[in-house]
């Protein structure tokens, strides 16, 4: 185990300062013998990843949840009686669901080995005063470091020198854009995404060149200690798997009871304790729902497949549940909620204001004047020759390249140059034509120091001029003349021009502005010098990275639903609100922003009172982002956490659900997920809520369905045992009506079509049992009515016909007869059998119906006429006759039947 880096905020310490700290040398580097000791004490420059556990102790701690311990229990007890049959039935579904259970739990151990892919590379380094390429595993604290365009960061860097650095840290930080950098001093408390004179390890390279300093190696870096958080995270189980726990906790508590008081009154009354085991053993046998298990696994994975239909990939299997409970969404902005493509939206030029139609980097939209909504184009006469010259400086002082794959477009080099050629490009300009007439002689790449580019071009008249971008601080003070609408040089009206920079500010746009400067001809190259004073303002182009349309529609449908939806980013607070606001997220005063700074100022119960009037936390660190999720957990909340970089995956594992990006997230988020959205669309969240809200009503049918024989059959035992009768049902005969009837019978459920108003009711409240007051009457009432069928039925053919084998049997087959009707009752087929033929899904459900109540009959008819199977369960052949009879509870059910619909009606509903 490698040595921890003491903790020193390099950030906020003087170059020379962190120099003599790490014992280096800036312009030679470390030496061998300096090497070989940091390397012993602080090891590979690889993450370290936690041993996990054999998979024989992952497979064994399947079978640690209380509803298998009662049927391993159920199994041994019916191996001790010598029923090996039984209880290797019991047994099987046991092991099914270990093994359904192990393979979902190995498909989601990859995140460390990921994490550690994403920061392998090379690194150019300097040592003993020479240059050298290394594998960046053997980087040492006290490394120097090289940077140039391209590069991904080995290790996190203390810069040194930089020129015109700039680093995309989205996957880290989660900002939007790549980050000028410098070697500055700054405040101790400087958030992670401000610290400007750091690199941290797995960023990239976008631009420039600079030199730094190896200040922390492996887990020491802030990638490192994502991965340390990522091992220590324990992983929360779901609503579902919660209740199901403590379902199966009572249920345990009942059986053992009911078995023991059965046993007791029995054996008092004078029975044998052989028969009176017998007995108890039948109790807690026909108690336990052996088939819950199987129809749940069932159920979720006809949820997986809808939701993959529907864009949403579920990698763990009670996640198709949770999503329909989530009662909070935290939504990374970037590339989430919006394109990750920026944009321009407004431009200011010749006076005029312009409004940029369309979205990301593609070509396709128009430019409209706002004051007359004319459509701009070079070729019209309506082109605003200031306009003009506004959108051929974005063009031509620009050194990106637009490129289309198909029907995407991409740019390559700075993410707001692709901005500015795309909107040249919706006026009709094109930069390969404008270069062939003004070809570049010189430029000055931008600088944080001075905050402009600029470039020479030859004019067509043997006349050269000079094309500015920059920030509107640095470029304002520089210009004398402005451009009216003819391309005239008028005295600068600067008031005018800083209250459009604060209206576009307040939209949350980035606003860049542009000017000109004609020279001699005889001039072929530039400096600083040249740009003091005597500039043109050509106009200020404010540009964002969008909200996707379908995202706001989605954002409606979630706060429909009852869902709130909290932005948590890494990006600034003023553009984080500002898309809060377009998307509807923040629709008024009591919606709150907060920074990371002032999340970092609040004590425990500050920030949970923070946590819930907050909807936009902005400039929050990875560790502040696990935070939140658990501060609104510890609410009560049921929390969906949406995320696409190295910075999200804590929060993704900690929350109920974590939802990444399966398109453009990084392979780290993707595997400390539960859920992949394959078009990295926020609007497939929404649909993958209604289709998890449509499983949980399903899986609450199929417990309506299956837990009153259960029901009836434990009140049939223990009255027949207190009344010192004949037992009407049989233990084996118990296990073929609750594993073999209750699962062909329940599994159609699984296919039931969403129910009309599933999104406008709120989100079920995760507190709620799994047997809610509602749900646990209709089962109270279900199982009384199959009570009296089964004891009735055999008491009654019993007394007539002295064949204790064929009333058991006739009990058996008029429970299932009534069985069929209740299904109906419950079933959306049932309720509306007109409307089940209108749609391909309505189909599918009828159908479904059809094969579940068909598969049963025959099954009952075998179970029953069958030879074999009246000697293993010791049943009895009917006669046409007797089949008749068995009908006859069809007609008491149907009213009892609508009695529970009413109680307790099948739709979906919050109870």
């Given amino acids: ?389 506004c959108l051929k400086a974005g063009l031509l002082c620009n050194d990106s390249i637009l490129q289309q794959k198909g029907s995407d477009w991409s740019v390559i080099g700075d993410p707001t140059e692709g901005a500015l050629i795309s909107a040249a490009k919706k006026a009709g300009l094109s930069k390969s034509g404008l270069e062939a007439v003004c070809p570049r002689l010189d430029s000055i790449p931008f600088e944080s120091e001075y905050q402009y580019m600029a470039t020479l071009h030859e004019g067509a008249e043997k006349s050269h001029f000079i094309y500015v971008k920059g920030s509107v601080e640095a470029l304002l003070p520089r210009c004398l003349w402005m451009l009216d609408p003819q391309s005239h040089s008028i005295s600068l009206e600067k008031e005018v021009i800083e209250s459009q920079v604060e209206a576009m500010a307040k939209e949350g746009l980035r606003v860049l502005a542009f000017a000109k400067k004609e020279v001699s001809h005889h001039q072929h190259s530039i400096d600083h010098d040249d740009l003091k004073t005597d500039l043109i303002f050509l106009g200020l182009q404010g540009m964002i990275d969008p909200p996707r349309p379908e995202a706001i529609a989605a954002v409606k449908a979630c706060q429909k639903a009852g869902i709130k939806v909290k932005m948590i980013t890494g990006d600034h607070i003023t553009t984080a609100s500002a898309i809060a606001q377009r998307m509807g997220i923040q629709n008024s005063d009591q919606d709150l922003a907060f920074d990371g700074k002032q999340l970092a100022q609040m004590d425990h119960n500050q920030l949970l009172e923070g946590v819930s009037k907050g909807v936009v936390f902005a400039r929050v660190a990875p560790a502040q982002k696990l935070q939140l999720v658990e ?134 409240n995760p507190k709620e049992p799994l047997l809610s007051g509602k749900l646990f009457k209709r089962i109270l009432l279900i199982s009384a009515f199959n009570w009296i069928l089964i004891f009735g039925m055999f008491e009654w053919i019993e007394m007539t016909t002295k064949d204790i084998n064929l009333a058991r049997t006739m009990a058996i087959q008029s429970l299932v007869a009534a069985r069929i009707i209740y299904l109906l009752s419950i079933s959306q087929f049932g309720i509306g059998i007109i409307n089940h033929f209108k749609n391909k899904e309505m189909r599918k459900n009828a159908l479904a119906i059809a094969v579940g109540v068909g598969s049963a009959v025959i099954l009952q008819i075998i179970f029953s006429q069958w030879d074999l199977m009246n000697i293993l369960f010791k049943t009895a052949p009917l006669n046409l006759h007797q089949w008749l009879i068995c009908l006859i509870p069809i007609l008491p059910m149907i009213p009892i039947a609508l009695l529970a619909n009413y109680l307790d009606p099948p739709q979906f509903n919050k109870n």
């Avoid at 840290?169 to 790549?178: D, I, N, Q, R, V």
């Avoid at 009255?719 to 005969?733: C, G, K, M, W």
Wanted: proline letters at 4%; a negative charge; glycine letters at 8%.
């Fill in 1 to 389: 185990m490698s040595a921890r880096l003491q903790t020193f905020s390099c950030h906020s310490q003087r170059e020379q300062e962190v120099i003599q700290f790490f014992n280096s040398d800036p312009e030679r580097g470390l030496i061998p013998e300096q090497i070989a000791q940091l390397y012993e004490k602080y090891g590979l420059n690889e993450l370290e990843s936690k041993q996990g556990k054999p998979a024989w102790v992952r497979f064994v701690l399947q079978f640690n949840q209380p509803l298998l311990y009662i049927l391993l229990i159920a199994g041994m007890i019916k191996a001790f009686l010598g029923s090996w049959a039984n209880a290797l039935v019991i047994w099987g579904v046991t092991v099914i669901n270990a093994v359904i259970g192990f393979v979902q739990e190995s498909k989601a151990q990859g995140a460390i080995a990921s994490l550690a892919k994403a920061v392998t590379t090379e690194a150019t380094v300097i040592r003993e005063g020479q240059t050298l390429e290394i594998p960046s595993v053997d980087l040492v604290p006290g490394d120097i470091v090289l940077l140039t365009s391209g590069d991904k960061v080995p290790a996190d860097l203390r810069l040194l020198t930089v020129r015109s650095l700039q680093v995309d840290e989205s996957a880290l930080t989660g900002e939007s854009l790549p980050v000028g950098k410098c070697c500055d001093l700054l405040p101790e408390d400087t958030t992670l995404g401000d610290r400007k004179n750091m690199a941290y390890a797995g960023s990239f390279v976008t631009f420039g060149q600079g030199k730094g300093i190896v200040v922390a190696t492996a887990n020491a870096t802030e990638v490192g200690k994502i991965s340390s958080t990522l091992q220590n995270r324990v992983s929360l189980n779901t609503p579902l798997t919660r209740k199901f726990a403590e379902f199966s906790q009572k249920l345990l508590y009942i059986i053992l009871s009911l078995a023991s008081l059965t046993f007791a009154v029995g054996y008092g009354r004078g029975g044998s304790a052989i028969e009176m085991f017998e007995a108890a053993v039948a109790l807690a046998v026909s108690a336990i729902p052996e088939g819950l298990p199987a129809v749940v696994t069932i159920t979720l994975a006809i949820g997986v497949n809808r939701m993959a239909r529907r864009n949403a990939i579920i990698r763990k299997l009670p996640a198709v549940e949770t999503l329909g409970g989530a009662t909070v969404i935290c939504s990374d902005k970037t590339g989430t909620l919006t394109e990750n493509q920026m944009t321009v939206q407004n431009i200011y030029s010749g006076k005029a204001h312009y409004q940029v139609k369309g979205s990301g980097y593609s070509p396709k939209g128009d430019i409209l004047s706002i004051n007359d909504n004319e459509i701009i184009n070079q070729d019209q006469n309506n082109f605003n020759l200031a306009l003009a010259e």
């Fill in 631 to 764: 501060a609104l957990q510890l609410q009560g909340e049921v929390v969906a956490m949406t995320g696409d970089g190295v910075n999200d995956a804590p929060a993704l594992k900690q929350a109920e659900i974590g939802i990444a990006m399966g398109k453009g997230g990084t392979d780290v988020a993707r595997e400390a997920s539960d859920m992949l959205l394959t078009d990295d669309n926020f609007a497939s969240i929404a649909s993958a809520v209604e289709e998890g809200r449509t499983v949980y009503q399903n899986l609450r049918k199929a417990i309506a369905f299956l837990l009153p024989v259960n029901g009836g059959e434990s009140m049939t035992i223990l009255l027949s045992v207190i009344l010192a009768r004949d037992l009407p049902i049989l233990s084996l005969q118990v296990l073929w009506l609750n594993m073999i009837n209750s699962v062909t019978m329940t599994v159609p459920l699984a296919f039931e079509p969403k129910s009309k108003g599933v999104m406008s009711q709120p989100p079920l």
